[in-house]
């Protein structure tokens, strides 16, 4: 398994900006589809956006497409959720996981997931 570390959540104002790194180690990192998947208090954890080895295929949730933006930079073993025009109904805490498959947007899919990094949009 490879092993994921998220970061760049935060407080941000709804219209805001923000975005998530995931560093992987431990395999290979352009052998693995990613994924992020959020999980919102009370809720069940749910697809946001997933990429291919390569980057050059990304697929995303109907109530992101638009919003968000997924990308890789397999030189540097990490993936990216570029999250703009912030909603309140985005708050959840957001995890990155990796993939054999793509596109893969259920849970069960994926072999190896991050801790999570907490993502707050203020009204």
């Known amino acids: 398994q490879v092993q994921l570390v998220e970061s760049g959540g935060g407080l941000v104002q709804a219209g805001g900006s923000l975005r998530l790194s995931c560093a992987a180690s431990?395999?290979?990192?352009?052998?693995?589809?990613m994924g992020w998947f959020r999980q919102a208090p009370g809720k069940e954890r749910d697809f946001v956006a997933a990429?291919?080895?390569?980057?050059?295929?990304?697929y995303y949730a109907d109530s992101v497409n638009g919003r968000f933006a997924i990308s890789r930079d397999n030189a540097k073993n990490t993936v990216y959720l570029q999250m703009n025009s912030l909603k309140p109904e985005d708050t959840a805490v957001y995890y990155c996981?990796?993939?054999?498959?793509?596109?893969?947007?259920?849970?069960?899919?994926?072999?190896?997931w991050g801790q999570g990094t907490q993502v707050t949009v203020s009204s």
């Open positions: 996981a990796a993939a054999a498959r793509f596109p893969a947007t259920t849970g069960w899919s994926y072999d190896s």
């Open positions: 431990g395999r290979t990192f352009s052998n693995y589809a």
């Open positions: 990429i291919s080895w390569s980057g050059g295929s990304t």
